[in-house]
């Protein structure tokens, strides 16, 4: 029997918003889940301290009936506005970094639990470094988090795995499976050849020769999984993972896109992977990263 069919997809599902613009196509996605796997839903939001005094310095001017409103009610408020009514929550709201308040909620959940939140942004230094909270997040073992781009029209159809068949991207294919069955999925490998360019011939054959071993390769690694055939799709390309997985949401319409990772260090590149970095970055689709907690196997990201 596979882990997909022996374990718990999720048991909690936890809403991570900052209460800012399409955060509520993550509060819908997480409304979805929750409900789908009859689990508890969690919404929690921190109140930056930087963020409340620059409230504070616009209220100079105020009429006399002016009563100023606690900045944990106005949040929780915020947050009611952005809830699915159909899901019965549990609104988590404090005061301080959102990092600190997201890993106490974290440490008295089980490590079934779902993390879903809004894209990353690019700030100043652009996708090299991650945005400090999902990093924190994505620090700890065995955590999933969903990062939502999309409107929530539906369950995710066509999911794309993108994998170097290591431990990492088994326990994120499995994690996947077990949370959307009802999927198309394709498992995506992207290969490159060292100083391919400098052959004077024999180039293509050095790529088919590639290709064909790693889909030897992946074709193992699905059967040990239970899953080969009409199961799982199997696309192996030379190229960039990341480029190929844009691609491949252009051509197909793929609405989710998961990738493993070992999640070690501070730095984005450190914690997710250079390849995992980019799709989470870069790709036009909802995200799911997986982290594993074994060093990787087979090929180097």
Not at 73 to 86: F, H, I, K, P
Not at 157 to 162: C, D, F, G, K, P
């Amino acid at each position: 029997m596979t882990e997909t069919e022996t374990a718990a997809p999720v048991d909690t599902v936890l809403l991570a918003t900052d209460l800012g613009f399409r955060c509520d196509r993550a509060a819908a996605r997480a409304a979805q889940l929750a409900a789908r796997h009859g689990v508890p839903a969690i919404a929690a939001t921190a109140v930056e301290p930087g963020r409340a005094q620059a409230r504070e310095m616009l209220r100079q001017d105020v009429p006399a009936w002016y009563r100023r409103p606690s900045t944990l009610v106005q949040a929780e408020q915020r947050l009611r506005r952005q809830l699915s009514a159909d899901v019965d929550w549990t609104l988590r709201v404090a005061e301080g970094g959102a990092g600190d308040h997201l890993t106490a909620l974290l440490d008295g959940l089980d490590d079934g639990a779902l993390v879903v939140g809004g894209p990353v942004r690019e700030g100043v230094l652009g996708p090299t470094v991650l945005g400090s909270t999902v990093d924190r997040l994505l620090r700890r073992p065995d955590i999933a988090l969903l990062l939502v781009r999309g409107w929530v029209r539906s369950d995710y159809r066509r999911v794309l795995v993108a994998s170097d068949f290591s431990e990492p991207s088994r326990r994120a294919l499995c994690r996947a499976r077990a949370l959307f069955p009802d999927a198309r999925f394709t498992l995506l490998h992207g290969f490159t050849i060292p100083m391919l360019g400098l052959l004077d011939s024999g180039r293509d054959e050095a790529v088919a020769r590639g290709r064909q071993q790693l889909r030897d390769e992946g074709a193992a690694f699905l059967r040990a999984l239970g899953a080969a055939g009409e199961d799982m799709e199997l696309v192996v390309e030379y190229g960039d993972p990341a480029r190929l997985a844009q691609q491949h949401v252009e051509t197909f319409g793929t609405e989710l896109v998961v990738v493993g990772t070992h999640g070690r260090g501070a730095m984005y590149e450190l914690a997710v992977g250079s390849v995992a970095r980019r799709i989470v970055t870069g790709v036009d689709a909802d995200t799911l990263v997986v982290r594993g907690t074994r060093e990787p196997v087979g090929t180097a990201r």
